[in-house]
């Protein structure tokens, strides 16, 4: 997508809303992370409103964040508590934090923002950087399955269709790059509202490879939350690294 800039796709408009449509699956997802945490401390590559990091914290696990938008952040402090969490403002790929983590994660595809081969191994080698010897790092991610189904490689969904708006969800994928462009276009009576976003999107194998040049390594991979297995018509994974 020409002229697209990372740093501007989570900001005032976009972090408003984010957390008026939740995904629906925090509670397994933070189920999940607390058992993984140890006690943590607990670092969220890409934090933004707090969605998964805050409830997180509230079980008793110190749990700092790295994140680019200032708008996904003023989200994130307006909540009870959300002051209390040391964010990083910054690229989650390279920038520094203090102290070492028993846990780090990103996710809801949140690692695909990275959008070249090279910035999400810069990824993997900031992490290690900051895993303490016994410390995981987590990765959840849509699988690319869905875009061997596209035709010429593009797709439009309609998200929501009410009476006063209808959003559709309009993308092209490069199999060359592995970039997905895409945009939520909404449209209304009283006009149209563009939200772009380029996303680089990996086959497990690939990260494998990315966390051994990091000097990482597969301790477990689930098609799920719930710790479901990892099979053929798995439409995302959960990915655990370690030493
Ligand atoms: C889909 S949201 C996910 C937020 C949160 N992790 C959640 O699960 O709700 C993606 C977030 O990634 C942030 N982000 C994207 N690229 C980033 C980068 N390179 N470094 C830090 N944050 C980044 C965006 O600003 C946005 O807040």
Not at 32 to 56: K, N, Q, V
Not at 65 to 81: N, T
Not at 82 to 87: E, F, P
Not at 156 to 179: G, K, N, Y
């Amino acid at each position: 997508m020409r002229n697209f800039d990372p740093a501007k796709s989570f900001g005032h408009r976009v972090a408003a809303h984010y957390d008026d449509a939740p995904r629906g699956d925090e509670a397994e997802t933070i189920d999940f992370l607390e058992r993984w945490a140890h006690g943590g401390p607990a670092l969220e590559l890409a934090i933004g409103t707090g969605r998964i990091g805050l409830p997180l914290s509230q079980r008793g696990i110190r749990l700092d964040g790295i994140e680019l938008s200032e708008a996904m952040v003023e989200q994130l402090r307006k909540k009870p508590g959300g002051d209390r969490i040391a964010v990083t403002m910054g690229d989650y790929a390279e920038v520094a934090v203090d102290g070492t983590y028993k846990l780090v994660f990103v996710v809801f595809n949140t690692f695909y923002n990275l959008l070249t081969q090279d910035n999400q191994v810069r990824c993997f080698e900031n992490v290690a950087k900051h895993l303490t010897r016994d410390g995981v790092f987590i990765i959840e991610a849509a699988t690319p399955n869905e875009f061997f189904l596209l035709r010429n490689g593009q797709y439009v969904d309609a998200e929501a269709v009410e009476v006063d708006r209808v959003t559709l969800d309009v993308a092209r994928f490069d199999p060359v790059t592995q970039c997905l462009d895409e945009s939520h276009v909404s449209i209304t009576e009283t006009g149209i509202t563009l939200a772009p976003i380029v996303t680089r999107y990996v086959w497990p194998s690939e990260l494998d490879l990315m966390a051994r040049i990091a000097g990482l390594r597969l301790h477990a991979r689930y098609g799920g939350w719930f710790d479901e297995p990892f099979t053929a018509d798995s439409r995302r994974h959960v990915s655990v690294y370690g030493w």
